[in-house]
T-cell receptor, first 111, second 115 residues
Framework: GENVEQHPSTLSVQEGDSAVIKCTYS??????FPWYKQELGKGPQLIID?????GEKKDQRIAVTLNKTAKHFSLHITETQPEDSAVYFC??????????FGKGTRLSVIA | KAGVTQTPRYLIKTRGQQVTLSCSPI?????VSWYQQTPGQGLQFLFE???????NKGNFPGRFSGRQFSNSRSEMNVSTLELGDSALYLC??????????????FGPGTRLTVL
């Protein structure tokens, strides 16, 4: 089955700097890659997703890139703010199978 | 539009007991998925229901079971609780079956502690 590895497990950045979180997946048939943000005491919330027919997608300060050949995808957050502090999860799916999540990255933005 | 609601939010049980958790999806959503979240293992898929039918099941023992009602509300049951079952149990709903490019909306979870 699919296996998703996520790195780093923790990340601290200064406010205004960029943050990058990387994930690799094992099943080359996976074609849907969402990213979720989980704040304390809340369930995960979708922040951006990408399908395998697209190499990059941006939404304001957030961007996701996908390299199908290498089977990895990354989340980029620019101009980080304290409210970006949370746990971020990547996930992968083949479109007709449940999402398989990475183990999460705890991002701390230091003011 | 109301979000996904889960009850209860917190639960304390002892080993050997059983527990039932409830999830009400967003109105109109027919797919409900359940996940177990622990610090060491992250989010692990338990099972998914769509229109009252179980579509997928994760790699969990038979002590974990679930069902979905005609109004799309779902329950999961854990029998003969073990210490290792202590976790945050998350429910997520979506319009279409999970994985079909449809956003999954998560509830706040039920924090289960087994003593």
């Amino acid at each position: 089955g699919e296996n998703v590895e996520q790195h780093p497990s923790t990340l601290s950045v200064q406010e205004g700097d960029s943050a990058v979180i990387k994930c690799t997946y094992s099943d080359s048939a996976s074609n849907y890659f969402p990213w979720y943000k989980q704040e304390l005491g809340k369930g995960p919330q979708l922040i951006i997703d990408i399908r395998s027919n697209v190499g990059e997608k941006k939404d304001q300060r957030i961007a996701v890139t996908l390299n199908k050949t290498a089977k990895h995808f990354s989340l980029h957050i620019t101009e980080t703010q304290p409210e970006d502090s949370a746990v971020y999860f990547c996930a992968a799916s083949k479109g007709n199978t449940p999402l398989v999540f990475g183990k999460g990255t705890r991002l701390s933005v230091i003011a | 539009k109301a979000g996904v609601t889960q009850t209860p939010r917190y639960l304390i049980k002892t080993r050997g007991q059983q527990v039932t958790l409830s999830c009400s999806p967003i109105s109109g959503h027919r797919s409900v998925s359940w996940y177990q979240q622990t610090p060491g293992q992250g989010l692990q898929f338990l099972f998914e229901y769509f229109s009252e039918t179980q579509r997928n099941k994760g790699n969990f023992p038979g002590r974990f079971s679930g069902r979905q009602f005609s109004n799309s509300r779902s329950e999961m049951n854990v029998s003969t609780l073990e210490l290792g079952d202590s976790a945050l149990y998350l429910c997520a709903s979506s319009l279409s079956p999970a994985g079909s490019y449809n956003e999954q909306f998560f509830g706040p979870g039920t924090r289960l502690t087994v003593l």
